[in-house]
T-cell receptor, first 112, second 111 residues
Framework: SQKIEQNSEALNIQEGKTATLTCNYT??????LQWYRQDPGRGPVFLLL???NEKEKRKERLKVTFDTTLKQSLFHITASQPADSATYLC???????????WGAGTKLIIKP | EAQVTQNPRYLITVTGKKLTVTCSQN?????MSWYRQDPGLGLRQIYYSMNVEVTDKGDVPEGYKVSRKEKRNFPLILESPSPNQTSLYFC??????????FGPGTRLTVL
């Protein structure tokens, strides 16, 4: 069955640097992959969706790449700020129109 | 303001006492879903609804019930809660499974 792997260790980045988070999947290539942000005690917030035929997608300081050969998506935050500190969740399609497979998330800490 | 609301936000209850967590959305979304989130685990889907009167089981439906009598509401019912249902629960809605909007969460403790 499909599994998602996100780094369970927190990622510490200096303010102003680029933060890069990884989402690896183990089985079939999903038709799309989504990234969400979650702050402590709050619900996830949708950030970006990338489809399998898209190599890269950008939104302001955010960039997502999708490499179906490596079975991996990278999520980049450029010019990182302390306000970017949060847990970032990766989710991909399960083959069903109504269900996603979710990663456990990676905690990002941006230090001033 | 477009939002998904959940009530209560926090609940401490005892084993076996029936409870309902309400979820309401004001975005006219057809798709709604319930998730639970436990430390170290990804979001796990409990139930989802594709439209009014249409619901289906997610990955962890045991011990839960749902109903979708109106488009905006999707309550989660625990008829006989047990301690292993202690968790953080999220309701979400969307035009589809893409770009879901999440509620603020309900932290449930079952003693």
């Amino acid at each position: 069955s499909q599994k998602i792997e996100q780094n369970s260790e927190a990622l510490n980045i200096q303010e102003g640097k680029t933060a890069t988070l990884t989402c690896n999947y183990t089985n079939y290539s999903p038709a799309y992959l989504q990234w969400y942000r979650q702050d402590p005690g709050r619900g996830p917030v949708f950030l970006l969706l990338i489809r399998e035929n898209e190599k890269e997608k950008r939104k302001e300081r955010l960039k997502v790449t999708f490499d179906t050969t490596l079975k991996q998506s990278l999520f980049h935050i450029t010019a990182s700020q302390p306000a970017d500190s949060a847990t970032y969740l990766c989710a991909l399609d399960s083959g069903s129109n109504y269900q996603l497979i979710w990663g456990a998330g990676t905690k990002l800490i941006i230090k001033p | 303001e477009a939002q998904v609301t959940q009530n209560p936000r926090y609940l401490i209850t005892v084993t076996g006492k029936k409870l309902t967590v309400t979820c309401s959305q004001n975005m006219n979304h057809e798709y709604m879903s319930w998730y639970r989130q436990d430390p170290g685990l990804g979001l796990r889907q409990i139930y989802y609804s594709m439209n009014v009167e249409v619901t289906d089981k997610g990955d962890v439906p045991e011990g839960y019930k749902v109903s979708r009598k109106e488009k905006r509401n999707f309550p989660l019912i625990l008829e006989s809660p047990s301690p292993n249902q202690t968790s953080l629960y999220f309701c979400a809605s969307g035009d589809s499974v893409y770009e879901q909007f999440f509620g603020p969460g309900t932290r449930l403790t079952v003693l």
